[in-house]
């Protein structure tokens, strides 16, 4: 079992910045991709980044510019810094994981709200 713990969440002005965490832990053996997806109010979850084990990264329109993810392997953990922040960045904002261990897994952190005002 694959548990991911998030911190970094909290309230900002528009114009500010958070810097959000993710560590994993549990049976991991490679874990092949780590990031995060947000979801807002009436919305459909959507992917904001991700990283691979190689340090490729993937970000989603609205956030390139302005968030920067990156992954220490050695601690299997990734940090979204979000710069610029908009209200539309307002969601919760959930870490994802995937990779191998004693089976294949796929796990989801419990998210962590970040609300920007205007």
């Known amino acids: 079992q694959v548990q991911l713990v998030e911190s970094g969440g909290g309230l900002v002005q528009g114009g500010g910045s958070l810097r959000l965490s993710c560590a994993a832990s549990?049976?991991?053996?490679?874990?092949?991709?780590m990031g995060w997806y947000r979801q807002a109010p009436g919305k459909q979850r959507e992917l904001v980044a991700t990283i691979t084990s190689g340090g490729s990264t993937n970000y989603a329109d609205s956030v390139k510019g302005r968030f920067t993810l990156s992954r220490d392997n050695a601690k299997n953990t990734v940090y979204l810094q979000m710069n610029s922040l908009k209200p539309e960045d307002t969601a919760v904002y959930y870490c994802?994981?995937?990779?191998?261990?004693?089976?294949?897994?796929?796990?989801w952190g419990q998210g962590t709200q970040v609300t920007v005002s205007s």
């Open positions: 549990g049976s991991i053996s490679f874990i092949t991709a």
């Open positions: 994802y994981a995937d990779g191998t261990g004693p089976f294949p897994f796929g796990s």
